[in-house]
């Protein structure tokens, strides 16, 4: 029985189809994330991902098919960047979520500031939430890093979560990684990879999107297969070993 202000699913998608002319993107597709849940979306290049991705926040709408978020209808009418945001849904994108001469508290507070009456910054305020979120809500382990330093001081794993921490913050029920740990060395793989298990550990979901098929395996809960606009498969990680899954992949590794 959920409690009130509960839903069961982050994200619902029913039928969904996307057109472009008379190329197909998408056909058919039914795809979910539950409230609590990470899901690896995987699949060769042109599987239609990113398409997938662009419906779920707003940026394209669908041809046909129905989007229901926190378990309610959405119109496709009026669903659009701004009310995917509004529903509690963000995205995070490799290196570009971040001003890279700004201290980490702005950061954090672009375009949600918080004012006095007057409308003067709470610098004082920002500054002690940005350190919370940094070192309580994710864990944190930048050396010689504080709110105040400037982003572009971070490693590439550090500012991937930040930028999900900011998220987290600011009541995202679903993050979008989409291939968050590209060009990253193998200990800043895991850096984020425990980033993104706080998001599961903090009762939010997550879709991770990434080529590298062992990361996503590790941290998902249940894996979404794309190929060629069409979900092949639906498996729940406990269901496939890691060996199993990329033997699997193999069917649908297109020649370029």
Not at 3 to 16: D, L, R, S, W
Not at 27 to 40: I, P, Q, R
Not at 72 to 94: H, M, P, T, W
Not at 244 to 255: D, G, I, N, R
């Amino acid at each position: 029985m959920l409690k009130k202000g509960q839903f069961k699913n982050a994200v619902k998608m029913n039928n969904i189809e996307k057109y472009f002319g008379h190329t197909a993107a998408l056909k058919g597709v039914n795809f979910g994330v539950g409230a609590n849940e990470v899901v690896g979306l995987v699949g060769d290049n042109g599987a239609g991902k990113s398409t997938l991705i662009k419906i779920i926040t707003g940026v394209f709408p669908p041809t046909n098919g129905e989007i229901y978020i926190r378990d309610k209808k959405v119109s496709l009418r009026n669903y659009n960047v701004k009310q995917a945001y509004k529903l509690g849904i963000e995205a995070v994108y490799q290196d570009k979520s971040l001003g890279e001469k700004q201290d980490l508290w702005r950061n954090f507070f672009i375009g949600r500031q918080i004012t006095d009456r007057l409308g003067f910054i709470k610098v004082r305020e920002e500054k002690e939430i940005a350190r919370k979120i940094m070192f309580d809500m994710i864990g944190f382990r930048g050396v010689g890093i504080s709110a105040e330093s400037k982003a572009n001081k971070l490693s590439g794993g550090e500012r991937q979560g930040i930028a999900i921490g900011r998220a987290m913050y600011f009541d995202a029920d679903l993050i979008i990684l989409d291939e968050p740990t590209s060009a990253l060395s193998l200990k800043e793989v895991q850096k984020v990879l425990n980033f993104v298990r706080k998001i599961k550990e903090s009762g939010k979901a997550c879709i991770y999107i990434s080529h590298i098929l062992s990361d996503v395996y590790e941290i998902s809960d249940k894996l979404i297969i794309l190929d060629r606009g069409k979900v092949v498969a639906t498996i729940k990680k406990s269901e496939v070993t890691l060996k199993k899954l990329s033997e699997f992949m193999l069917k649908y590794a297109h020649a370029k």
